[in-house]
């Protein structure tokens, strides 16, 4: 059995670790038992199946338990996004059941907000890149050392590197910029900042996103274990829909 910790205690624990902490997919028998619910219709929202094997265990555990629930309708979708980002779709879901949407209907709005979500971040420190091996060491601590910040967009099921900034601030302000690029109709939608144990900047960002900006919603996460494993903690992300 594992201990529950929470997001604080796990930060400081991965800051101290010279190894990153293991993630690991739920297995099918974890999805059986959730589809075992009174529900006729389900929805099942995954990471990204570019980067995690949750999605093809999802569908795996559908085709087990149909075999012997044929009455059932499960539908898993491959969010091809992660964190804040499956959150904002789960979102917009629950207003479209709410307002008493099919779920062909909604398979299909989910199929636009897919192409629709604009979502960056800003990283704080590479720490956990380079323990991770995703950064070569040496010029990730170059670049630590230089004081520079990568902002990442997380866009068709994959976390891109797509520029860097010096400083916290900048690299912040950057990334915003580049969400801000990407928007229209702004009063539509709904802004989540999330945050890696960093909740004073996450609350400065939305200050700033309110004084400047007309969205419909302003929320704000923390960033959990799997995502925090990459981001490493003081990591900003920010995503629109």
Known sequence: GG?????????????????????????????IEAY???????????????????????????????????????????TQSGSIGVALMMLKCNELIEQGKTMDEILNEIEKYKKDIIFFGALDTLENAIKGGRVNPLAGKVMNALNLKVIIRIDEGLVK???????????IKKALDYVKSHVNDEKEKTIIIA??????????????????????????A???????TFTAEGAILVAVL
């Open 195 to 220: 945050h890696a144990n960093c909740p004073e900047k996450a609350h400065k960002i939305k200050s700033i996103i309110e004084e400047d900006s007309n969205f419909k919603e302003v929320l704000i």
């Open 161 to 171: 590197p797509i520029d860097k900034a010096r400083g916290g601030v900048n690299s």
């Open 222 to 228: 923390s960033i959990g274990p799997i995502m925090g």
């Open 36 to 78: 075992k619910c009174e529900e006729d219709e389900i929805l099942v929202f995954t990471l990204t199946s570019k980067l995690s094997g949750t999605h093809s265990n999802a569908v795996l555990a559908k085709t087990m338990y149909l075999e012997e629930h044929p009455e059932k309708r499960i539908e898993v979708i491959d």
């Open 3 to 31: 201990v529950e910790i929470d997001d604080k205690t796990f930060y400081e624990k991965m800051k101290v670790s010279k190894e990153l902490p293991k993630t690991s997919s739920p297995s099918p028998d974890r999805f």
